[in-house]
């Protein structure tokens, strides 16, 4: 049925042409994503999807809508569209893309180092899920770069709740999750300081001789890097 939409979004308002079926309503809103006009293709998608779900196009129509509501940065809404996507339509050729999307809804929906994690590391567990299960699939790289990122936030939570235990000269829960860093995150940037708190707390559970032992590895270890000078000073220090 024909129907002529005028779509308006301040200054950059685009006056659609005449809808006359719906699969030009889904071909200009491909073009409405093409010209990052997100809003206008939102609204077309949300038209599409509820008017023609029988369509042999309609996994395809989620998959874009689930983007679209990502680039207007509406986290939650894309999680919404992509799991069902996953969920109803397994087998789409959209389904990769789409895994890896729903990290990018979940990662969105995170907070800052200092705050709980929870969709920090649900978007861990999407990216990890998506590199198993579409193997090949043309956004692998940027899946891998996405994964060492959030391990790089998780690790750098634990160890700021680390150095607060070691603040609070507390050195058993410090050297706890110092270890946590070392045990779940070793390969992430964090690793080399959360080696250094827990040598300082082992300092504090009296384990001196064992602390300055670990702080020398350090050194040798990372030498010529900052971090290993840190670890010469605070060697020095508990020699004092």
Known sequence: MAAALLLTAGCGAHTLPAIHSEAERLQVARRMLDEHEWSQANELLKTYVDTDAGSADVDQA?????????????????????????????????????????GEALFGQSRGPD??????????????????????????????????????????????????YLKLKLGEPARVYFQRVLDEYGDAPQAGEATIGLALAEAILGKKQRAVERLKEIETQFQGQPIAARAAKERARLKE
């Open 62 to 102: 989620i998959y874009l809508l689930g983007l679209s509501y990502l680039k207007m940065k509406e986290w939650a809404s894309a999680q919404v569209e992509f799991e069902r996507l996953l969920r109803d339509y397994p087998e789409s050729d959209s389904s990769g893309s789409a895994s890896f999307r729903l």
């Open 115 to 164: 705050f709980d994690q929870e969709f920090t590391l649900k978007a861990l567990q999407q990216w990890e899920s998506y590199r198993q299960s579409y193997p090949g699939h043309w956004l692998q790289p940027e899946a891998a770069r996405r994964i060492a990122e959030t391990r790089s936030r998780l690790a750098q939570k634990l160890l700021n709740t680390g150095k607060l």
